[in-house]
């Protein structure tokens, strides 16, 4: 079945320090990825809807400049968090959809857990 | 506008009953909705969706939801629980289009209880 990759599942770093978060999809190509934040015990936050050869599309009060997302190619996104500070603490999803099936489920990868000294 | 609600942010239930997890849905569209499990430090894992086929969708690990359009309504059910179905699970809609985004529920914890 389709499989989401995404790298690395857990970082530990200090404050300041950028961090880059890769998405990739395995089997199948992807024109959109999405990228959630993840509260404890919360539901998804969707950030933005990554767009592959162009620009990211940010949710309302998701700062662009601190969360960079870049959609090189149709099987990779990535998400940059830049000058990490604790409360940008969280667990991060990316999802990606098939982009020849549009009635399928996106599929998740196994998120990635950020933990900001 | 989608959106989903799940009723009940926690559902404790014993080994061997019966597992009832609430959604309802709104969209101004004609939904896809899915099922997500997600268990401790991990991503979500699909269990079943509907996309306008067959109403009464079967999922893996026994669970099924059925669509009622009268009752914008996809609860997910399984007859009999099993002490790993113990998680969160995540209800969501969507449109159509490859691009459309996933609007998700609150999620349910849901806890087995032996």
């Known amino acids: 079945g389709a499989v989401v990759s995404q790298h690395p599942s857990r970082v530990i770093c200090k404050s300041g320090t950028s961090v880059k978060i890769e998405c990739r999809s395995l089997?199948?190509?992807?024109?959109?990825m999405f990228w959630y934040r993840q509260f404890p015990k919360k539901s998804l936050m969707l950030m933005a809807t990554s767009n592959e050869g162009s620009k990211a599309t940010y949710e309302q009060g998701v700062e662009k400049d601190k969360f960079l997302i870049n959609h090189a190619s149709l099987t990779l996104s990535t998400l940059t968090v830049t000058s990490a500070h604790p409360e940008d603490s969280s667990f991060y999803i990316c999802?990606?959809?098939?982009?020849?099936?549009?009635?399928?489920?996106?599929?998740f990868g196994d998120g990635t857990r950020l933990s900001i000294l | 506008a989608q959106s989903v609600t799940q009723l009940g942010s926690h559902v404790s239930v014993s080994e061997g009953a019966l597992v009832l997890l609430r959604c309802n849905y709104s969209s101004s569209v004609p939904p896809y909705l899915f099922w997500y499990v997600q268990y401790p430090n991990q991503g979500l894992q699909l269990l079943l969706k509907?996309?306008?086929?067959?109403?009464l969708v079967k999922g893996i690990n026994g669970f099924e939801a059925e669509f009622k359009k009268s009752e914008t309504s996809f609860h997910l059910t399984k007859p009999s629980a099993h002490m790993s179905d113990a998680a969160e699970y995540f209800c969501?809609?969507?449109?159509?289009?490859?691009?459309?985004?996933?609007?998700f529920g609150t999620g349910t914890s849901l806890t087995v209880i032996p």
């Open positions: 999802s990606a959809r098939d982009r020849l099936q549009g009635n399928q489920p996106q599929h």
């Open positions: 969501a809609v969507s449109g159509s289009g490859t691009g459309n985004q996933f609007y």
């Open positions: 509907y996309t306008s086929a067959a109403t």
């Open positions: 089997d199948f190509q992807a024109t959109t």
